[in-house]
């Protein structure tokens, strides 16, 4: 009884064993959730209980589940599925970014950056056929490029929205986080109007509603970092390449706010539009202030190495105060 158990025990601790049957288990959850009926359902609940229980294993575990993940999608961008299977894959992978464990998440962005076989990100379907389902497809489009801006957003707590978070950060920082947070929120701006989505298609309005979500947390974590900027020009000066590029950041927060009348969802809020216009205009000042500084200094600079020329003559020191009288003006004791 004991050699059986030893025999066991070593079956289950064996690395190329576990690794395996990961894989496989991996795979066949994936299919299950990901199956191309009902093609207008998304992953049900249990599905999605199924897939986050990877997380919350070993990262072997985590990690098939992601290649699981990846393959099923790389093969629906290779025209070997429908859009259902793509649709049904982004939000997945939507969701296991949110709610998944953190060793689950590490492991799903390094294989979206990358796909392991093809050496492409999976998430590039600009270009996915439009085929007969050309509502689907066209949300396909736009998920898979919102999903590539979401990978980008900083890994912060709290959203990134928590002042002690903001305000360890440097200006140039806060800047970065700033434009990234933009681009989701122009991203939704420029989604499918929901009135495109097919009432019936619960697929499809499961992805309305993630970037709904995408849109206040990205609305959310702008207000914060306006704020925190307002506040750092109440008490200190910007650079000058600091100072233009938040002009630059806060104009694409500004131009967020301005959507067709079905596109309610997609825009920002007025109020968050303002305080980053109010910002802008005092950016603007700094760009000036700064750039006057700098011309000042340069001509202050040009004018001291010109009034400093030293030439000698006879071997003595000769110091110039214009190359213009070089000739004229006797020798400095």
């Known amino acids: 009884m004991g050699l059986k158990l030893r025999r066991l025990a070593a079956a289950l601790l064996s690395p190329g064993t576990n690794s395996s049957a990961s894989a ?5 959850a994936v299919m299950r959730a990901t199956a191309h009926h009902p093609s207008t359902a998304p992953p049900s609940a249990h599905h999605l209980d199924t897939l986050l229980a990877f ?10 589940l992601a290649s699981a993940l990846t393959d099923r999608l790389h093969a629906v961008a290779s025209g070997q599925g ?23 998440r590490d492991q799903l962005v390094a294989a979206l950056v990358r796909h392991p076989a093809s050496g492409r990100n999976p998430l590039v379907l600009t270009a996915f056929p439009l085929g007969r389902s ?3 497809a066209t949300w396909v489009r736009f998920s898979a490029r919102l999903l590539e801006l979401l990978l980008l957003l900083p890994d912060a707590p709290h959203d990134g929205a928590d002042a002690d978070y903001l305000t360890a950060l440097p200006n140039s920082q806060i800047i970065t986080e700033l434009a990234a947070f933009a681009s989701v929120a122009d991203a939704v701006r420029k989604a499918p109007p929901p009135s495109s989505a097919p009432q019936h298609n619960a697929l499809i309005w499961e992805l309305v509603r993630l970037a709904e979500e995408d849109r206040v947390k990205a609305e959310r974590n702008i207000a914060a970092r306006v704020r925190e900027m307002d506040e750092r020009l109440a008490t ?17 927060v500004e131009e967020s706010v301005a959507c067709p009348a079905d596109w309610k969802w997609a825009g920002l809020d007025e109020a968050v539009v303002g305080e980053a216009r109010r910002l802008r205009g005092r950016a603007e000042e700094v760009v000036l202030r700064r750039t006057e500084q700098e011309r000042r200094f340069v001509r202050r600079d040009t004018a001291g190495s010109a009034s400093m020329r030293v030439r000698t003559v006879g071997g003595e020191a000769v110091r110039f105060g214009s190359t213009r009288w070089a000739g004229t003006v006797s020798s400095w004791r």
């Open 82 to 104: 429908d859009a259902a299977v793509a649709l049904k894959c982004l939000v997945i992978i939507r969701i296991l970014l949110d709610r998944g464990a953190f060793i689950l």
């Open 134 to 136: 050309f509502a689907a």
């Open 55 to 64: 997380g919350r294993g070993s990262r072997i575990s985590a990690s098939a």
């Open 24 to 28: 496989a288990d991996a795979r066949q």
């Open 236 to 252: 200190l000066s910007l650079s000058l390449a600091d100072a233009v590029e938040l002009v630059c950041v806060l104009k694409q």
